[in-house]
């Protein structure tokens, strides 16, 4: 079975420095999906960025990028220039490309937290 | 607007008292899912819908049924809550095929409390 692991259950950083989030997961698959979603005070799940595993070329989106780093099952977010709207928790998941299930894994999530 | 709506947002409940939370979704989506949330393990399936009259459990069904009479509704129901089911659960829906990553939208999730 998957699982996905974020070993960071809070980081801190000053406003408009920048912040990497780290996720790692464990797999027998080839192909799959990596997802970073933001969860506010709102509660509300937020898709921040998206990764498809046969795509060597990092996603990017904005000031959100990931570092993908396969053959480590290495899933990293870095957030630049942060911001105080940037506070909450980060979750990492991710999706086989195979289930019919459509199920996604998630890890216990990292709560980020910024200085103004 | 294309969204996922839960009700109740929050609810309050007793041991034994039937309850439904409902989730409907105005996109059209064939795939819906509900998810609990729990401090420390992230989020967890409960059931899920591929299309109407066709669900199948997740990972953490017990003491939850589903029905998918409509494509637009997928109710999450309690027949019987238990303290061990206070949780936040969250709705989630998508479209179904071999067309990349489909992606989730969530519903703006319910805050259930069980004394």
């Known amino acids: 079975a998957q699982t996905v692991t974020q070993s960071q259950p809070e980081m801190s950083v000053q406003e408009a420095e920048t912040v990497t989030l780290s996720c790692t997961y464990d797999?027998?698959?080839?192909?799959?999906?990596l997802f970073w979603y933001k969860q506010p005070p709102s509660r509300q799940m937020i898709l921040v960025i998206r990764?498809?595993?046969?795509k060597q070329q990092n996603a990017t989106e904005n000031r959100f990028s990931v570092n993908f780093q396969k053959a480590a099952k290495s899933f990293s977010l870095k957030i630049s220039d942060s911001q105080l709207g940037d506070a909450a928790m980060y979750f990492c998941?991710?999706?086989?490309?195979?289930?019919?299930?459509?199920?996604?894994?998630w890890g216990a999530g990292t709560k980020l937290i910024i200085k103004p | 607007e294309a969204q996922v709506t839960q009700n109740p947002r929050y609810l309050i409940t007793v041991t034994g008292k039937k309850l439904t939370v409902t989730c409907s979704q105005n996109m059209n989506h064939e795939y819906m899912s509900w998810y609990r949330q729990d401090p420390g393990l992230g989020l967890r399936q409960i059931y899920y819908?591929?299309?109407?009259?066709?669900?199948d459990k997740g990972d953490v069904p017990e003491g939850y049924k589903v029905s998918r009479k409509e494509k637009r509704n997928f109710p999450l129901i309690l027949e019987s809550p238990s303290p061990n089911q206070t949780s936040l659960y969250f709705c989630a829906s998508s479209l179904y095929g071999s067309s990349g990553a489909n992606v989730l939208t969530f519903g703006a999730g319910s805050r259930l409390t069980v004394l």
């Open positions: 819908s591929m299309n109407v009259e066709v669900t």
């Open positions: 797999t027998s698959e080839s192909d799959y999906y």
């Open positions: 998941a991710y999706r086989s490309v195979t289930d019919s299930n459509y199920q996604l894994i």
């Open positions: 990764q498809e595993a046969y």
